[in-house]
């Protein structure tokens, strides 16, 4: 059973925006801090934005200003509102959490599926 489920993406021309839903179980989704990362054809996956478990995002330098990442607790979604998309935005996104669950540091992981993004003409 996929712990974490992904929706949205697509084909979008340049300048358009997609909006990227990650959902995962409320076990998982109230103690984890969830990212976004995506990896293009070629290329190493990279972390794209996360929020933590207590709502403080950051975004790689690439997409700040043009993506925001959000949290609903009511629907244990995050969110990832793509705006101003560009070609080199496309790729494969997955979702990831990640929540520390002891005082050892001990982590428990998740990835999803991967969801299609094209950008493009």
């Known amino acids: 059973q996929a712990q974490l489920v992904e929706s949205g993406g697509g084909l979008v021309q340049p300048g358009g925006s997609l909006r990227l839903s990650c959902t995962a179980s409320r076990r998982i989704f109230r103690v984890s801090d969830i990212s976004w990362y995506r990896q293009a054809a070629g290329k190493e996956r990279e972390l794209v934005a996360s929020?933590?478990?207590?709502?403080?995002?950051r975004y790689a330098d690439s997409v700040k200003g043009r993506f925001t990442i959000s949290r609903n607790d009511a629907e244990n979604t995050v969110n990832l509102q793509m705006n101003s998309l560009r070609p080199e935005d496309t790729g494969v996104y997955y979702c990831y959490s990640r929540a520390v669950v002891n005082v050892e540091g001990s982590t428990v992981e998740h990835w999803g599926q991967g969801t299609q993004v094209t950008v493009s003409s």
């Open positions: 929020i933590s478990n207590f709502g403080n995002t």
